[in-house]
């Protein structure tokens, strides 16, 4: 596609909750990228895939936290037991090289509040 | 952990004047990328300045990086209204993320 899609766009979960955000690159971009940003918060890096593998998962928060992206190509952040302190905008972002060496396309984000 | 630290943190300007905000950053780095968001959206990257460059330009944004005293600014000359957006600097030191500030405000006043 011509840009980085993510659904939903906004996901209301109740505290509790699983939830599963999606996020398409751009096609044949080899890294993706999940990010988390906290209202009035630079965004804070969460994971990094090289094509499927998971080369960086150091970000993650806690166990309850897991992302794949199996052929390479779409991603799943999936949170468990959703928490108030979830409550964020998840950002995925994709490059053409591998890594950080030129810069990012994101995605508008996935809205998530915990209630 | 934010490792860069904008400033300031808002700014307010007149159409057609010059806007500057800095960055500044604790460890070495491979590259530095400023990044504008606009209000509910995400990020759209502006430019890249590697660790051994000292200035860069792409239309109207000017980059400088000095790494002995670790910090970047970014200009943006002969403002317009739709430039209002947040700023955000992200360094690279490790190839595999990057890390944010926390962002610099920034409205253009018609």
């Known amino acids: 596609g011509a840009g980085v899609s993510q659904s939903p766009r906004y996901k209301v979960a109740k505290r509790g909750q699983d939830v599963a955000l999606r996020c398409d690159p751009i096609?044949?971009?080899?890294?993706l990228f999940w990010y988390q940003q906290a209202l009035g918060q630079g965004p804070e890096f969460l994971t990094y895939f090289q094509n499927e593998a998971q080369l960086d998962k150091s970000g993650l928060p806690s166990d309850r936290f897991f992302a794949e992206r199996p052929e390479g190509s779409v991603s799943t952040l999936k949170i468990q037991r959703t928490q108030q302190e979830d409550s964020a905008v998840y950002l995925c972002?994709?490059?053409?090289?591998?890594?950080?060496?030129?810069?990012?396309?994101f995605g508008s984000g996935t809205r998530l509040t915990v209630v | 952990s934010q490792q860069g630290e904008e400033d300031p943190q808002a700014l307010s300007i007149q159409e057609g004047e010059n806007a500057t905000m800095n960055c500044s950053y604790k460890t070495s780095i491979n590259n530095l990328q400023w990044y504008r968001q606009n209000s509910g959206r995400g990020l759209v990257h502006l430019i890249l300045?590697?660790?051994?460059?000292r200035e860069k330009h792409s239309g109207r944004l000017r980059v400088t990086l000095d790494t002995s005293k670790k910090s970047s600014s970014l200009l943006i000359t002969a403002s317009r209204a739709a430039d209002t957006a947040s700023y955000f600097c992200a360094t690279d030191a490790s190839g595999s993320r990057l890390t944010f500030g926390e962002g610099t405000q920034l409205t253009v006043n018609p």
């Open positions: 972002a994709s490059s053409a090289s591998a890594g950080t060496a030129y810069g990012y396309t």
């Open positions: 096609s044949g971009h080899v890294s």
């Open positions: 300045i590697r660790s051994n460059e």
